[in-house]
C-alpha cells in the first residue's frame, strides 16, 4: 500500500465555504488507469450520530461541493438505529468519519495498520465510498482530498471518475491547521525584523507594495518605538530578512516628546496631488509645554527615503485630559482619502470616547467628524479601530470596547465606508461557536483570493480571562457571520513576569498579500539578559491559506 504525504497542503489561495480547491485541478492520485463513472446522485451521505461540530460544519461544505460540480443535490443522514435493529447496509453510501457500518471499520483497520499517526483514508468498496481518518482533523483531510481528486473531476452531471474496488491511504502534515471550512492554514516561515535592546518597539504594521510598477511586492514595515522616531524597515525577499531605510519624525514642532501609533498606506489611486503608489505614514505627536496632540500625515514619493509632513488630521489635549489617537487610513471609491480614530476631546456625561472618520478630497482638507461607534454609556471606551474593505461586500470594522471585562473585541458592517448607522450601538462581539474569544487592541484584514466571500483575519492581544495568554488569531468566510480561530503562529504571554509593565504584543498588523497569503507583524518574544535588561522583537509571519475557487458552470 503506497503512502505519501498530501500535495493539498502546499497550495496558497484562500476561499468561501462554497468553493473548491484551485490547485485541486493538478493534484493525481493512485486511482487505477481506468476509471469508471459513478452516479453520485444515486448516494447518501452518512454520519456518526455522535458526529462533533466540527466534521457537522465540514460535511455542509463537502454537500455544497458536489452540488456545485456535479448538480447532485444530496441527503445527509446519521448512523443512527434502534436498539435490536440491524443495520441496513445495502443502500449506495458515503461514509464520513466514524459510523457504524462494516466498511468504515474495515478502512479504520487498514488506517492502523499504515505508518504514521495522521493518516487518512479514501476507499471505495462495493456499494459504499468510506471517507475516514484517525481523527476529525484527519477526515476533514480526506473530505478536501475527494473533493479535488474526484468531485473536481466531475465531467458530467451527476457522475464521477471512481473505480468501486481502490483505496488510497495518506498522512497529512500535522503542522497544517484544518477548519471546518475545509480550508488549511500553514505558516512558511517566521523572521525578525528587528531585535530592539534600547526601545520599546509596539503597533506594529506592514504594507506590500501594489501601485509601484517593478517595486510592488516589496513589504514595508513600521512600528512605535516607545514614543520616538517611526522606523520604516523594507524586505526584498517577501519578509524573510529586513532591513531598516529610514525613521520618520514630526517636522513641524522642534518641541514634540512622542510620536505614537503609525500607520503605513499606498495610495490605490490619485488623491490631490499625490499619485497613485504614494506612501502615507499617519500618527499622533505631542508637543511639549502645550496641552496638544496632533493627528499628522507625513508622505512618501521615494518609496520611503524622504518623508514630508503636510497634513493634520485633527488635534486634540494630552493622555491626561482627551486627545486624539490611532489613525487608520483608506481610500473611497470615489477616490476620497478617509481617516478612522478614536477620539475623547468632548468627553460629557453622556458620551466617552468614540469612534470617528473624517474624509479629505485632497489629503490636506478634512471635513467634519461623523460619529461609527459611539455608545451613550460613558464608562464604555470603543478603541483602536481598524477596517477591511471586503471586495464587493461592503466594509468590516474592528475595535475594542474597554469597559466591558478584557476589552472584547467587536465588529460592524456597513455597505459605505463613511456611513455607519445605528453608531450608538456596541456592534457584535467576535466570538467562536465554542466561545472563543479575543480582546484588547485589534486589528482586521480581508484577502479577496479565492471565493466569492473571501476572509476576513481579525485578532485582539489577549483572548483568556486569567490576563496571560496571548490571543488566537480569528477567520471568517462569510463576510464576519461566523468566525474560526486558530493558533496564533506568533505565540506570546502578553504580561512580561518579570516586568509586568512591559507593553509587547500591544497592537499588531495584518497585510493582504498579493499571492492571498496574509502578512502578520507583532512585537513578541521579549527576552532578558539579566533582570534589568530587555529587549523587544518586531517579528514578521507569512500565513498561507489553502481553500476553494469559485464554481463556474460547465459548458453544455
Known amino acids: 500500500m503506497k503512502k505519501f504525504l498530501s500535495l493539498l497542503l502546499a497550495l496558497t489561495c484562500i476561499v468561501s465555504v462554497f468553493t473548491i480547491l ?42 455544497q461541493a458536489i452540488k456545485n460540480y456535479t448538480k447532485a443535490e444530496l441527503t445527509v443522514s446519521t448512523d443512527f438505529v434502534r436498539n435490536g435493529d440491524a443495520v441496513d447496509e445495502s443502500k449506495p453510501e458515503i461514509l464520513v468519519g466514524s459510523t457504524n457500518r462494516s466498511a468504515t471499520a474495515d478502512t479504520q483497520k487498514l488506517i ?36 479535488c481528486n474526484y468531485v473536481m473531476k466531475s465531467t458530467e452531471d451527476n457522475t ?12 497529512y502534515d500535522p503542522e497544517v491547521t484544518i ?71 514630526e517636522q513641524l514642532d522642534i518641541r514634540v516628546t512622542g510620536n505614537w501609533q503609525p500607520h503605513l ?16 505614514l499617519s500618527g499622533c505627536s505631542h508637543s511639549e509645554g502645550k496641552d ?81 461607534v459611539a455608545p451613550k454609556d460613558k464608562k464604555l471606551r470603543p478603541g483602536m479601530v481598524s477596517v477591511a474593505k471586503m471586495g464587493d461586500h461592503g466594509y468590516l470594522i474592528v475595535y475594542e470596547m474597554i469597559g466591558q471585562q478584557m476589552g472584547p473585541v467587536y465588529y460592524k ?70 468566525w474560526h480561530a486558530i493558533e496564533n503562529p506568533l505565540p506570546y504571554d502578553y504580561k512580561d513576569k518579570i516586568d509586568p509593565g512591559c507593553n509587547y504584543a500591544y497592537s499588531f498588523g495584518f497585510f493582504a498579500g498579493s499571492d492571498g497569503s496574509i502578512y502578520y507583524i507583532n512585537d513578541v518574544f521579549p527576552g532578558h539578559e539579566s533582570q534589568n535588561y530587555r529587549y523587544m522583537t518586531l517579528k514578521f509571519a507569512k500565513i498561507t491559506l489553502d481553500g476553494f475557487e469559485t464554481y463556474k458552470e460547465k459548458e453544455k
Open 179 to 249: 477548519l471546518p471550512a475545509l480550508v488549511t492554514v500553514d505558516v512558511p516561515f517566521t523572521s525578525i525584523v528587528e531585535k530592539n535592546f534600547h526601545k520599546w518597539s509596539t503597533y506594529g504594521r506592514v504594507i506590500e507594495l501594489k501601485h509601484n510598477g517593478e517595486n510592488n511586492g516589496v513589504l514595508l514595515a513600521t512600528s512605535q518605538w516607545a514614543g520616538s522616531d517611526f522606523p520604516l524597515y523594507r524586505s526584498d525577499n517577501g519578509g524573510k530578512t529586513w532591513s531598516l531605510i529610514n525613521t520618520v519624525k
Open 160 to 171: 464521477l471518475p471512481i473505480d468501486k474496488e481502490f483505496v488510497t491511504i495518506e498522512a
Open 265 to 280: 498606506y499606498e495610495l490605490p489611486c490619485q488623491v490631490g496631488e499625490m499619485p497613485e503608489g504614494t506612501l502615507l
Open 112 to 147: 492502523e495498520e499504515a505508518e504514521g499517526d495522521s493518516n487518512f483514508a479514501v476507499r471505495f468498496v462495493g456499494n459504499k465510498i468510506v471517507i475516514t481518518g484517525s481523527d476529525d482533523e484527519a477526515v476533514m483531510h480526506a473530505l478536501r482530498y475527494f473533493i
Open 413 to 482: 458592517v456597513s455597505k459605505s465606508l463613511t456611513e455607519w448607522e445605528d453608531y450608538e450601538s456596541l456592534g457584535t462581539r467576535i466570538t467562536t461557536a465554542n466561545g472563543d474569544f479575543t480582546g484588547c487592541t485589534p486589528y482586521c484584514e480581508w484577502t479577496p483570493a479565492g471565493g466569492e466571500y473571501g476572509t476576513v483575519i481579525a485578532a485582539g492581544r489577549h483572548g483568556d480571562l486569567s490576563g496571560v495568554a496571548g490571543s488566537k488569531l480569528f477567520l471568517s468566510f462569510d463576510l464576519g457571520k461566523t
Open 292 to 372: 496638544l496632540s496632533k493627528m499628522c500625515i507625513w508622505r512618501s514619493y521615494d518609496l520611503g527615503k524622504t518623508w514630508e509632513e503636510y497634513s493634520v488630521v485633527d488635534t486634540g489635549g494630552n493622555p491626561t485630559n482627551g486627545g486624539v489617537w490611532e489613525p487608520f487610513l483608506i481610500c473611497d471609491e470615489d477616490g476620497s482619502l478617509v481617516c478612522f480614530y478614536s477620539d475623547e476631546m468632548e468627553v460629557t456625561k453622556e458620551n466617552g470616547q468614540r469612534l470617528v472618520l473624517r474624509v479629505s478630497k485632497d489629503g490636506v482638507n478634512w471635513s467634519e467628524e461623523k460619529y461609527c
Open 22 to 63: 484551485t490547485s485541486c485541478k493538478d493534484s493525481s492520485t493512485d486511482s487505477p488507469e481506468e476509471s469508471k463513472m459513478l452516479d453520485i446522485g444515486e448516494y447518501t451521505i452518512i454520519r456518526s450520530d455522535r458526529s462533533s461540530k466540527d466534521i457537522v460544519s465540514a460535511i455542509k461544505v463537502f454537500k
